[in-house]
């Protein structure tokens, strides 16, 4: 029996041709690994870039969870993308990820910037696969941004509740507010004068992909260093 990667490497070399224009969106799982020989069969990795309103299904796989009961945010005001992100290892992985629609375009640019840069991050998907909890996502370093939530130890909703906020790396960036850091299990990272390839700094290439299109970085607010966070505003 063939192995499913050949199968899917089969039907790569049939459908080539399809997506030589590069005209063309390429669906993939979330968290598969694409080899260049892939890319290129289907046209290059701009054709795994997409936003696209939440279809029965993905609204299926979110509601009740980031989707919560009495979500202020209509489904109509979310996109669901796809993307590209370089892993830890280095390898093309696909991502997936629900935000505002005032956003999405954003995003898709930022994060094919990122990709096109060799920036690592470890994973990109959907929050609902832990359950909407934002500590255990944080944990396993899964970069996220919709989640119907309110800001932690208040009333107030989170930018992630609309849809208009994005953490990045979350584990190896954490957000310290003086003794409380989350996730707890980033504490080792709440020093950023130690060296470490995965913090995001002002003025490194995540940062600027991001603050030059007017989002801004939780690492620079006063009151609390949110180092995982941007959020857009206006």
């Excluded at 696909?94 to 060799?118: N, P």
């Excluded at 989640?147 to 989170?158: C, D, E, I, M």
Aim: charged fraction near 25%.
């Amino acid at each position: 029996m063939r192995s499913p990667r050949k199968i899917i490497f089969a039907i790569a070399v049939l459908l080539a041709p399809l997506f030589a224009s590069g005209q063309t969106t390429v669906r993939w799982p979330a968290g598969g690994v694409i080899s260049d020989a892939q890319l290129a069969m289907f046209g290059g990795a701009g054709n795994f870039f997409f936003a696209e309103e939440l279809s029965d299904e993905t609204f299926e796989r979110i509601d009740g969870v980031s989707f919560a009961r009495g979500c202020t945010t209509p489904r109509s005001g979310l996109r669901h993308l796809q993307v590209l992100h370089r892993n830890f290892g280095g390898r093309t992985q696909v991502g997936e990820m629900i935000c505002g629609e005032a956003v999405a375009e954003e995003l898709l640019a930022i994060f094919r910037e990122l990709y096109d840069a060799g920036y690592p991050i470890e994973k990109v998907l959907l929050i609902d696969l832990y359950g909407a909890d934002d500590n255990l996502s944080m944990e396993d370093n899964n970069t996220a941004c919709f989640n119907f939530r309110r800001v932690a130890g208040s009333k107030t909703l989170s930018m992630h509740a609309r849809g208009l906020a994005v953490d990045i790396n979350p584990l190896y960036n954490p957000c310290v507010k003086g003794s409380r850091i989350e996730p707890a299990a980033g504490a080792e990272y709440a020093d950023r004068s130690k060296s470490c390839p995965y913090y995001i700094r002002k003025g490194d290439v995540c940062h600027r992909a991001f603050t030059r299109r007017g989002w801004k970085w939780g690492g620079a607010w006063r009151s609390v260093s949110d180092y995982q966070h941007f959020e857009k505003t206006n």
